[in-house]
């Protein structure tokens, strides 16, 4: 077994080791969503929390780890009537972003289910997680499928495998941790909202704290076993205290001022449903614990409204999660109840300045990292762009709105989405093949059809049916997939006249939030002046490109052709990238090519054929306005065998006939 890093050598980053060391000592907690950058160690950390935790009683040679004291009545290898007990580590069991499902959730042999009548059971993910951690790292990325089977077994508490009307049924209680860079996507508000905390991470801006935490890694790279050894009593004292605040959570007083404070803070930010009122009276009772205290504070429901409150509150993906700290208190102030003992001059073992249960201290193991004195705050990006005379500032964009669904016609096989039609895992049930494989979709008509004539070959006499493998068959289902959605926008200073920019900024926004919706990869090509560029590569985050859309100014010509050339540029990438990601091509513009050459007309012309001829699905927006209209959008959305639609035909209630007449137009230019 691999040596893990030390949890106690973990510079600074307060918040995400409070967070998890709040669920040690509490599991009831909820688990903790770890948001950040990429490199600022967050797996790190994860990783080493589970060396800390107590270790865990289990039914000896149960696969499922019911406990002694109040076994599963239906554990699959149960019943487990005066079974002897173990006690095992625990457990932190990562589940990979491409796991299937049988490897989540376990396997049924569904052969030897219909041949022999027997439960043949493999047990998958969840299983090994019962009792201790399942770990997700990027959990943005996770498969549509495979959150819903994490939020039902987060949400019964056990996990349920069916086949063909055979079942099987096993508890699943876990802890579930998940990091993510927001830069990829964000996660559907369901599974957010599973999360009891979440805490964001950044590499700190101090140049000390930087140096302490290259100098450990490299001593933990060169000899791992050593650089635990040293950290080792340190580890000793954390595990003691964790198992200390276990035994005192019971012993804590929630009082009713307490929680008084709770309910109002949870109603001023007018967070959904109840789930984080309870979420927050756990933390601040695992805060009191870990403080040393019998009694929770104003302060423990403060530190537990920052942990459990920012994800909470975002009402489109496009919200920064945050919380108001004035707000929350002159909330607590406003519901604060008698002396609740704050000014206490002994905060308590470990308690840290920013108030709660703190965090273990930096200055007291070996090579202690100096403490930071500045904010790990990154400065905001400044708005990009080519430059150019006539550039204007850029507009804010007009509120956004619910748009009609737009398609990429045929069937494709890409990844599970919500957008055009595809074969998926999941979906409805369209026909049936030979497995190729291992068999995870049995589609019993079809295979009763094909065993069926060999029944008097095979020697059957009883009821039973004799299924050989040869007889078995995959069902074939077809579902949505998400596609790629390559915005290619239009910043001219045309498009600045008459104030449209922020209408089309509009548009572009709510096309994004439909993108967010229905699971697809987003770009944003940019053209204006003399250039085109590409203000954000193929991403999962949304949020990434409306913060780009946003900083967007406009001025200059309009080199169309040039617009339409870069954006086959990165559809040609991204094909070699994931070639089963099919394309839908925006293009929003009014039609005007006013620069890229000597006949800019004709090089937008043959720039939108080149995209025909790959058959790019594509839509053009067209944002020409006022009493005289040319049509050029239309005419380019001929040139790309696409359609066109005007910014208020993009509304929902609106173009009923859209998606018809892209599926419509792009069969006729592939008949011809």
């Known amino acids: 077994m691999s040596t893990r890093y030390p949890f106690t050598a973990v510079v600074g980053m307060d918040d995400l080791r409070l967070a998890l060391l709040l669920n040690a000592v509490s599991p009831a907690v909820g688990g903790v969503l770890v948001r950040g950058e990429k490199g600022t160690a967050k797996s790190t950390a994860v990783r080493a929390l589970a060396d800390l935790l107590p270790g865990v009683p289990v039914v000896a040679g149960c696969r499922f780890s019911c406990d002694p004291a109040s076994p599963d009545t239906g554990c699959p290898d149960g019943p487990h009537e005066a079974a002897p007990a173990d006690t095992r580590p625990a457990r932190m069991v990562e589940l990979p972003v491409g796991a299937s499902e049988d490897r989540l959730v376990g396997a049924l042999d569904i052969e030897r289910a219909l041949a022999e009548g027997v439960k ?355 069902a074939t289902r077809e579902g949505r997939e998400g596609n790629l959605v390559l915005f290619a926008v239009d910043a001219s200073g045309s498009m600045a006249a008459r104030q449209r920019m922020s209408a089309v900024k509009g548009a572009v926004l709510s096309l994004l939030l439909d993108a967010y919706q229905r699971r697809d990869k987003v770009g944003l090509v940019t053209f204006r002046g003399r250039d085109a560029e590409v203000a954000l590569p193929p991403t999962s985050s949304v949020d990434a490109a409306a913060a780009r859309l946003e900083q967007l100014p406009t001025g200059g010509r309009t080199p169309l052709s040039a617009g339409l050339l870069k954006a086959h540029d990165v559809l040609r990438v991204e094909r070699l990238r994931d070639p089963s990601r099919r394309p839908l091509l925006v293009v929003v513009t009014d039609g005007r090519a006013t620069g890229g050459g000597a006949d800019p007309v004709a090089l937008a012309a043959r720039a939108a054929r080149l995209h025909a001829s790959e058959g790019t699905a594509a839509v053009v927006v067209d944002c020409e306005t006022g009493p005289v209209r040319l049509g050029l959008a239309g005419d380019l959305a001929r040139e790309l065998g696409g359609t066109a639609v005007t910014l208020d035909e993009l509304r929902a209630d609106s173009i009923a006939g859209l998606v018809r007449d892209v599926q419509a137009e792009h069969a006729t230019r592939r008949a011809a």
């Open 120 to 474: 043949a059971f493999e047990p998958g993910l969840l299983a090994d997680a019962h009792r201790g951690i399942l770990y997700v790292d990027e959990v943005n990325l996770l498969h549509d499928h495979l959150i819903d089977l994490l939020l039902d077994a987060a949400a019964m508490g056990s996990s349920y495998v069916e086949r063909e009307g055979v079942s099987v049924r096993h508890a699943a209680r876990f802890l579930l941790v998940g990091t993510m860079n927001p830069e990829e996507g964000e996660l559907r508000p369901q599974l957010l909202d599973r999360f009891g905390l979440t805490v964001e991470v950044a590499a700190s801006r101090e140049p000390e704290q930087r140096v302490e935490v290259v100098r450990r890694r490299l001593a933990f790279d060169d000899d791992p076993a050593a650089f635990a050894a040293r950290w080792a009593d340190e580890e000793t004292a954390l595990r003691d205290r964790i198992v200390a605040a276990r035994a005192l959570v019971p012993q804590v007083v929630l009082g009713d001022a307490a929680l008084l404070q709770i309910a109002a803070t949870c109603a001023a930010f007018e967070v959904d449903g109840m789930r984080a009122d309870i979420v927050m009276a756990r933390t601040a009772t695992a805060l009191a614990a870990w403080a040393g205290r019998t009694e929770v504070t104003s302060e423990d429901v403060r530190q537990a409204a920052l942990l459990a409150l920012p994800h909470r509150r975002r009402r489109n993906p496009f919200d920064a999660p945050g919380l108001d700290e004035d707000k929350l208190d002159e909330t607590l102030e406003q519901f604060k109840g008698g002396d609740e003992g704050d000014d206490d001059p002994d905060p308590g073992p470990g308690k840290g300045p920013g108030g709660g249960g703190g965090v273990p201290p930096q200055g007291e193991g070996p090579d202690a990292a100096p403490e930071s004195a500045g904010s790990d705050e990154a400065p905001a990006p400044a708005p990009q762009g080519p430059g150019g005379a006539g550039e204007r500032a850029a507009v804010k964009a007009a509120e956004p709105f619910r748009t009609k669904m737009l398609s990429v016609p045929g069937l494709g096989e890409g990844a599970a989405g919500r957008r055009s039609r595809a074969r998926t895992e999941h979906g409805r049930t369209t026909g049936s093949v030979r497995p190729r494989g291992a068999l995870t979709k049995l589609h019993l008509a079809a295979t009763v059809h094909a065993a069926a004539p060999h029944q008097k070959a095979r020697g059957r006499t009883g009821p039973g049916l004799v299924v050989r493998r040869d007889d078995l068959r995959q």
